[in-house]
């Protein structure tokens, strides 16, 4: 099975390009999909900042992408995910290799989302934390 392959086909559509313009120029790969739990990678060549480590807003962009799906695939069909906050800690900084975003779910109501994305380096040490609040609308 497919990470798209659980998804309602009118998110498939969109997801089918790439994840998304800024996701496919970060070089996101996204490895699970789900309201509850969702896995990313994203590799840090290509998202330094000038002093040579990962730009904190990577990680940003990193865990705003899986929240933001993972809250989409809760709202489900004819309803869609608006960002209301983001917020992110840094705690190690990273200058090669991979970052994997592990989103999970804090609270899955009918008109808020909030996950929880914990970045992690390829020996699975604490990079960010970040958390997004998601707002459900009806299209």
């Known amino acids: ?13 969109r997801f089918a390009a790439g994840g ?3 996701a496919q120029k970060m070089g996101i790969e996204y490895v699970e999909l789900g ?3 969702s896995i990313a990678r994203m590799p840090v060549e290509g ?22 799906l993972s809250a989409a695939i809760h709202a489900g069909p004819g309803r869609y995910a ?11 900084a990273i200058a090669d290799g991979w970052v994997t975003g592990t989103c999970t779910a804090v ?14 380096n390829d020996a699975g040490e ?14």
């Open 47 to 68: 998202n330094r900042q000038v002093v040579g480590i990962l730009h904190g807003g990577a990680h940003v962009v990193l865990g705003e992408s899986l929240g933001s």
């Open 82 to 92: 608006v960002g209301i906050d983001v917020n992110a800690t840094h705690t190690k």
């Open 35 to 37: 309201a509850d739990r």
């Open 107 to 120: 609270s899955l109501g009918r008109t808020i989302c909030v996950h929880e994305i914990v970045m992690t």
């Open 1 to 13: 099975m497919g990470v798209l392959d659980h998804l309602h086909p009118e998110l498939q559509e």
């Open 20 to 22: 998304g313009e800024l």
């Open 126 to 139: 604490r990079l960010s934390t970040v958390r997004i609040t998601n707002l459900l609308r009806d299209q």
